[in-house]
Every structure is written in structure tokens, then in C-alpha cells.
């Protein structure tokens, strides 16, 4: 009787533990939380139960700590589709387990192909909702980075221009073409374009203002530098007394630049800005020195706000 009791008992808590010990065939399914704590329970009342049968039940309790063992690290570190292969120590120490497969191989989860096709397509609307405006940034950064290198070199040429004038500009310029022999001295590797050549063959022959206006090119003579701006230069006064624009009579002439060349957007404020060649340095429009506004609709006074803030911001 007794060996028939204890062969129930054996019978019984066996198939319990099998029962509640779920999963272990490769294959762990998820479990919502209270189903979870559940578990958790049961196994500890059945490990607890075994230890008090006799000996012949201790490979029972091991099977059963070892299902506890590793449910709590499946369940506390979120990990409920990974099967376990066991180390070396693993299987020595509880190679008296009946139920514990010990194969050197993995089944390894894997996602259907309806699931597949549904990640691709939110990845492709976040995609198409996203990457305008990341483009657009990154387009912002580089025309303000070419515009402050292309006013660095103005600037640059203009210093080594006045120094080599005695400080002076007054006379330098007569003429449109001029301004391209003069400047290309100190800009190198340029290309030139005269105003008595074709103007598309030089620069845009039309472009848009910051309020979308179309805006015809003046003629003017051109610079291409290594970097593809395109430098549009237009005289005003030989003297450099000229108030085009300004409020003092210091103006020599004007330089339109177009800081990526022919590249889009060609747009006043984006990529096109203008500048004045005085006695007092080369002047953004915009300047206070100037009459147009930095906020002017047109978007001329614009370099200066790229100047002050780093950014496109408008």
C-alpha cells in the first residue's frame, strides 16, 4: 500500500508539475502577468510538496526548481520567446531531471510574413512623414554653412583688395567686367563669364523671392568659384559714392550670390543673397547700413539673420 500511495503521490505530482511547468519543449508561450504569479505559485507548492516524499521523487523537485529557476528569469527579464540551451555546469548539475531537453540545438523564434509586411509598412509611413522634413533640414544646414564661406571669402579678397589699394577702392571699378579681373586676383581657381556673354550661360536667367515672386537676372558679369557659387557683380559708382540701397554714399558696386550655383531652391533668403562692395567693407543687404529690412518680404535682407542666428529659421 504504501508502495502503491507513494506510486500515486509520484503519479500525481508528476503530472501536475507537468502540467504547470508548460512549455519546456522549445517553445515558452507568453503569459499576462496575474498568469504569470500563478505559475510562479503553483510550481512552489508542488516543489515544496516533494520535498517530503521519499527519495524517489528528488529528481521530480530538481525538474521542478529548475522550471521555477527559469521561468522567473524568462518572466523578470521580459524574455518569453527564447529557448535555453544549457551549459555544460547546467546539464551536470541537474542531469537527474527527466523532463529538462539538453539538445545543442535551438529552435529559435521567428516572426510570419503578415507581421513582417505590417512592420515594413508603418516603417514606410513613418518614413514618407518623416524624411521631408529631415531633408529639408539638412538642406537649411548646408546653404547657411556655404553662405557663411562664401562671405568669408568676399570678405577675405576685399581685405587683400583695399590693402593693396592703399585702403582705397575709389577708381578700381569702371565697369561690370572689372569686378571679375579684379576679384578672380584673389579668389582662386574661379571661372569667368562677361557680361558681354549670354547670360544662361552664366548664371539663372530667373529666380524667386522669399514670397514667391518671379525675379528676371540683371546682365552682369560672373565668378564661378571651386565650390559652385556663382558670384553676379554689378557696378554702380566709379567713385564708390553710390547710395543705392545705403545711407551713407560709400557704394562701389553689388555682388549677387547664389551659394549652390544652379542648384535649387534658387530662391532670395535660401540660397541667394545680396551684397554691397563699399569703402567700408562688403555689407550684407540687409545691414544697418542699409535700407532694406532683415524681416523685408523678399527675403534680400535674410543674410543678415543667418549671420546673427547660424540657422534658416523662417
Not at 524568462?74 to 548539475?93: A, C, D, F, G, L
Not at 565668378?223 to 547710395?243: E, K, Q, R, V, Y
Request: aromatic share 8%; proline share 3%; hydrophobic share 30%.
Amino acid at each position: 500500500m504504501l508502495g502503491a500511495a507513494a506510486t500515486s503521490s509520484h503519479y500525481d505530482l508528476q503530472s501536475s508539475c507537468n502540467t504547470q511547468c508548460v512549455g519546456w519543449n522549445g517553445y515558452v508561450p507568453p503569459l499576462s502577468l496575474c498568469e504569470r504569479e500563478q505559475l510562479l505559485t503553483s510550481l512552489r507548492v508542488i516543489r515544496d510538496a516533494g520535498k517530503g516524499l521519499n527519495k524517489g521523487l528528488r529528481s521530480l523537485v530538481k525538474y521542478c526548481d529548475l522550471s521555477l529557476y527559469f521561468f522567473k528569469k524568462i518572466i523578470y527579464n521580459n524574455v518569453m520567446h527564447h529557448n535555453i540551451k544549457y551549459s555544460n555546469i547546467e546539464r551536470e548539475t541537474y542531469k537527474g531531471a527527466t523532463h529538462v531537453t539538453t539538445s545543442d540545438k535551438i529552435r529559435r523564434a521567428a516572426f510570419t510574413l503578415a507581421e513582417v509586411l505590417i512592420t515594413l509598412g508603418i516603417i514606410g509611413v513613418v518614413a514618407a512623414m518623416t524624411m521631408p522634413t529631415l531633408i529639408n533640414s539638412t538642406q537649411k544646414q548646408e546653404l547657411v554653412a556655404q553662405y557663411k564661406k562664401t562671405y568669408s571669402v568676399l570678405s577675405q579678397a576685399y581685405m587683400m583688395l583695399l590693402n593693396d589699394n592703399g585702403g582705397s577702392l575709389e577708381g578700381v571699378f569702371t565697369s561690370n567686367n572689372d569686378y571679375i579681373d579684379v576679384f578672380s586676383k584673389y579668389i582662386k581657381d574661379v571661372k569667368t563669364c562677361r557680361t558681354n556673354e549670354e547670360v544662361t550661360r552664366c548664371y539663372l536667367d530667373s529666380f524667386k523671392s522669399l514670397s514667391g515672386h518671379v525675379v528676371n537676372t540683371d546682365p552682369g558679369s560672373t565668378l564661378t568659384t571651386p565650390d559652385g557659387a556663382i558670384l553676379l557683380f554689378l557696378h554702380d559708382s566709379n567713385t564708390c559714392t553710390g547710395t543705392r540701397e545705403l545711407n551713407k554714399p560709400i557704394d562701389c558696386g553689388r555682388i549677387r550670390v547664389d551659394v549652390n550655383g544652379v542648384k535649387k531652391p534658387n530662391t532670395v533668403g535660401y540660397d541667394i543673397f545680396d551684397f554691397y562692395i563699399t569703402q567700408n567693407g562688403i555689407i550684407p543687404r540687409g545691414h544697418e547700413d542699409t535700407n532694406v529690412e532683415e524681416d523685408d518680404p523678399s527675403g534680400y535682407g535674410r543674410g543678415i539673420t543667418i549671420l546673427t542666428k547660424g540657422k534658416i529659421d523662417y
